[in-house]
């Protein structure tokens, strides 16, 4: 299957949200989820319009700096629009069609944890914004949460997305020790995420019973040997029986705690074998 720009962007979101309503029990429709297409010529333009007319909010984003529009699709939660929601698709690249869908579940994803994450309240504006009485704390929740956002939205993709397979622990290997090797300060976060993604939903550990049998199957792979990263490993797993995507201040701190001590350790490691 090749990948191509003539796609109908409107009936892959409304497919997407069909699947989406069915296996998580949602109820967005194309009535309230407003979806914009950009391209790398005129994105400035296009989200000052997009945001200008239904979230004003996201107009104090860092939007002119370098890097801001490194994605493929962003998610808008909505504030003061009339309860609409809105997904940004850039269109300058070619998709799959498989892969075009799977993006939208990702972002609806987010959508959907935004609203159920914290009894109807976004965690992020609660606790990721002049919350933490320290800049090492606000530091923990932010590093916290950058990496749970993106893993579990990723995590509910993955389970809606009936064309993605669950792929052994083991085939895994490679790419996890690729990611695990490129943790840096940039792109840490979301390094960290993909690697939680790939372990929390490897058939052996999706299937285990409990931490005790998940554990041995990651240690099987002997790659993962540092402290924080087993540690961090079971707080998500626990998490994910436990509450799903229902989250405190404590379990993102927790997780933030964990993340930038894998950092610190990686960087030292990397160092030491350079």
Sequence with gaps: MEATNDLNYDSYLARAIEIFNDKMDADFSGDNI????????????????????????????????????????????????GGKDGILLRTDIPYHPVELLHIFLHELAHIYCVHHELDGKSFYDEY?????????EDGMINAGYAVWREMIAEIIALECDDNCDIIPLEDKKESLAQFRDEIDQRDGKLLVSEILTAVMT???????????????????????????????????????RERFIEIDVDFISEMGFLYLNILSLNLLRNFQLS
């Design 128 to 136: 990721c914004e002049n919350y933490a009485k320290t800049n090492e």
């Design 202 to 240: 490897s058939a052996k550990v999706e299937t285990a019973e409990t931490w005790a049998d998940a554990e041995k199957a990651i240690r099987e792979l002997d790659l993962f040997d540092m402290p924080p990263e087993l540690d961090l490993m079971r707080l998500v797993y626990n998490q994910l």
């Design 34 to 81: 407003i979806l914009t297409c950009f391209m790398t010529e005129d994105q400035e333009e296009i989200f000052e319009q997009f945001c200008s007319k239904y979230f004003p909010y996201r107009l104090n984003d860092r939007y002119q700096e370098e890097g801001y529009f490194d994605f493929r699709a962003s998610s808008f939660i909505g504030m003061d629009n």
